[in-house]
């Protein structure tokens, strides 16, 4: 394994679903952008409500990905 | 947009199905009570093991929500 | 009750479906090995990407034990 | 001194203006319903931006007040 | 088990004897005005010095208990 | 509302004249690149000291902006 | 001084009667099952409510002790 | 009240007794060298083992006291 | 640039105008007797209420100076 | 001093051989994209065991760097 | 990959020489007793100062270690 | 053992070659003015950087010292 460096973006996945649904969307919107993603982390989990309901989740991660060589 | 003022009142809301149906549980109870509910923050996770089970989730949450002015 | 002494385990449970499936997966492994599990409380949740996908959950939990006089 | 007892309620003064206004407007707001208010501990601050200008400020704060003894 | 609800308050008990004793006083104080106190979880321990002893011992304590269901 | 994907930033706003200014400093900066800014948190608040003057103050902010679909 | 390696573990003892109780009567439990105990450090003081008393104290420790050469 | 400033000491006082008389010698030796101490707020609890006892409390805690104009 | 050493000292600089002019009063007062001020860092704010006004800002910061090679 | 406003950029630098040496490749492969880096901070150091050796460290940093004008 | 589970156990390595080596120490001692050692975080760096110098580095790691099916 | 009481100073040691050198180079110079150094603790690892280099290490520390009797 060569000496590889990662950078790390934070970003934050909502869903009116639940904390693994905004987890799952988050990613996918970073990938549209980011080549290479290695893991995420969940830093924060919080939401919007309407009335008495968790209408929305919002759930902050960190994103590691690799650099290439010429990135 | 005036100058509003919101309390945060921190609850454990509990369910034996998972992480999302005890948020729920926990912002319907506490809306029957408060009122202008806004916004919620994971702040814990924890829960009771009943043999080799998660048995009963607990998650504890801080909830905002806005001070009509006679209130 | 009598002044029980319990121990902590930290583990990390996985699960490629989501946050509860880990911490069930992770509490069903570790009473495997250790009886009276009493308690556990989620410490770090993580993941693995693949492609853009969030294809493995990671989450770390500290668990609690009662000890037994003789053990 | 005799062994008082205060209560902590934690709430988000708001102001256009900054962050020692938004403090105090949330003071004065508490005041009207608490009494013995005490003392204040800053625990976030926050804002809304509006095209790029800071538009909104949100200041957490823990206030602390002493109970009465008939409280 | 059903889905409970639990509510956390924040207080400071005080004495000048020492920490188990501000514990005590704050829970026994607390008690006047909550039902169904549950657990405390102590998130500081400070105090006021008079001259050069320990004269005022303040710990800060988060108090759980159960919310009825027509509370 | 969509499942929109939000961005997190973190930068340094710098003034020589206070808090306020240097957090109104940083987002107008970030503002010349950065699309959709819509929150910020301030994590840090630092300064330099020439003689015993707080002569430049440097405020930390995450900032968030939410992405565009193309983006 | 050799380059000893120590582990930590993390229990907690209880006890009706105080923090001091507490973290003696765990330590006592510990050393029946461990050797070469070195250090403890607090992490949690927590406790159970009975009415308006604080019945049960549990305190969290780090318990670290000095594993030997075959062990 | 005119614009105080305090200066903040950190110590570890010690005792084979308890948390409270770690406290109580820690702020004795303190005032020796320090005028005009104010409050303490305890940051840890350590202690060392001795076999299996608690044989040595070590409370590290921040000391404030106020600086005299001439000071 | 030579191996500097620097020291960190805490202190409370207050006011009852802000936020800013309370970092302000401390640095200048810690300037009375530290030479060479180099940094400063906010790691708390807090105050006092009289009323319903914060009428007292408390800001702790740490302040950092660089020792000179005889002192 | 102009107000300058600076940005973070979070990286993971790797190497097999220690903590300095992948601060040192973090920092060389940040400088290929970024301009004018300015400092870093540490925020985590891990590391991949392969059998029983810390074969790869894996230090986590902040990176701050100031913007340009026209950046 | 299949659902796997790791356990986390914290260890404190040692060495006069530095911070690399003590961790270096601590994993090849671990690895004594733990088998399918995975990966390590350090969570403090502490020494003791033998006159004046830093004479012996302790590293508190977790070290994270995959557990067997029949384990 | 006596009931001892250490104070904690906060330095930052630094060096152009490393943490180790940063950590070693803090404890000499805090040894010409402080007796009876006893542990140290780092808080923080950070350094400047130039061109693309790690230029400077800034290894912050807490010092433990006994406090004499007469002192």
Chains 1, 2, 3, 4, 5, 6, 7, 8, 9, 10, 11, 12 share one sequence.
Do not use: C
Not at 29 to 53: K, M, N, P, S, Y
Not at 54 to 65: E, L, N
């Amino acid at each position: 394994m060569s000496d590889r460096t990662y950078r790390i973006s934070e970003i934050v996945g909502t869903s009116p679903e639940g904390v693994d649904q905004a987890i799952t969307n988050g990613i996918k919107r970073a990938g549209q952008t980011l080549r290479h993603l290695d893991w995420f982390e969940v830093t924060g989990i919080r939401g919007q409500v309407t009335g008495t309901d968790a209408s929305h989740y919002q759930v902050t991660m960190k994103i590691g990905f690799r650099l290439e060589d010429d990135e």
